[in-house]
């Protein structure tokens, strides 16, 4: 098993920028694709980014591509995700997890494929 918890969430203006921490207990993160999802008040928890277990493969929804930066450190157990030129449309609670499965494309964005959730972290941008 391993345990989740993210920081780095808060109150930001458009245009700023944020960094989110996901640390994870265990010895065994470097097994987990790693995933960053949100969460807006009223709507369905929507994939953000995934990161293969090595962090050679990176892949982000289209919303957030060329503004967020999803990484990982084996060596310390956590994982990113650097957002800038942060919208009114980015505020959420954002939430890490992991997946003991393959990093495949096709499921990496699919909130069920991921067996550990932390507890979520909230992101708030003004206008």
Known sequence: QVQLVESGGGLVQAGGSLRLSCAASGRTFSSYVMGWFRQAPGKEREFVAAISR??????????????????????????????????????????????????????????????????????????
């Open 54 to 127: 090595s962090g050679d493969s990176t892949y982000y929804a289209d919303s957030v591509k060329g503004r967020f930066t999803i990484s990982r450190e084996n060596a310390k157990n956590t994982v990113y995700l650097q957002m800038s030129s942060l919208k009114p449309e980015d505020t959420a609670v954002y939430y890490c997890a992991a997946d003991p499965g393959r990093y495949i494309l096709a499921v990496i964005t699919i909130p069920t494929k991921y067996d550990y959730w932390g507890q979520g972290t909230q992101v708030t941008v003004s206008a």
